[in-house]
């Protein structure tokens, strides 16, 4: 990915983040829910994106398709697994 793309990308995810952030932490229950509902299901869809198949490696992302578990996986495993 171009790094300039990539910079504007991180900087708008992030700044989505800070925003949900942001509404948790306030009165604002009905627009808290819909960023959640957004966030909740981005990450259904990324994780579907990296699911294994019957050989243990992803069909959509080259990166997974090398031995040992998914990046996103990883990542996901280490944020909602307690």
Not at 19 to 40: F, G, I, S
Not at 52 to 60: E, L, Q
């Amino acid at each position: 990915m171009d790094e300039i793309l990539f910079r504007a990308l991180d900087e708008r995810v992030r700044g989505h983040l800070d925003e949900v952030d942001r509404l948790a932490a306030t009165t604002h229950p009905a627009r808290t829910a819909v960023e959640l509902h957004r966030l909740t299901t981005a990450w259904r869809t990324l994780l579907d994106l990296h699911t294994p198949t019957a050989t243990r490696r992803t069909n959509r992302c080259p990166v997974c398709r090398t031995p040992g578990m998914c990046p996103v996986w990883k990542v996901a495993t280490a944020i909602f697994v307690p």
